[in-house]
């Protein structure tokens, strides 16, 4: 199955960052677009998946949805 990319050159992702004790193994990994993973980092910095999660619900409730 061919993934789908915008650039065409494709990076790792850390689920949970190295600076949050985060290791390399392939369980903590996935395949990102470079074009995405720049983009989640401008938006993000450093937070894990779980941390935008909570972030986003926080926000959404902030707001009354």
């Known amino acids: 199955m061919k993934q789908w990319s915008r650039s065409g050159h494709m990076v790792k992702h ?3 960052n190295k600076c949050h004790n985060g290791g390399s193994s392939p369980d903590n990994l996935l395949k990102f677009d470079s074009e ?4 989640w980092h401008f938006l993000f910095k450093n937070l894990s998946f779980e941390e935008v999660a909570e972030l986003l619900i926080r926000t959404c409730k902030a707001k009354g949805r």
Request: glycine share 0%; aromatic share 0%; charged share 45%.
């Open 36 to 39: 995405r993973e720049r983009a």
């Open 14 to 16: 850390h689920i949970t």
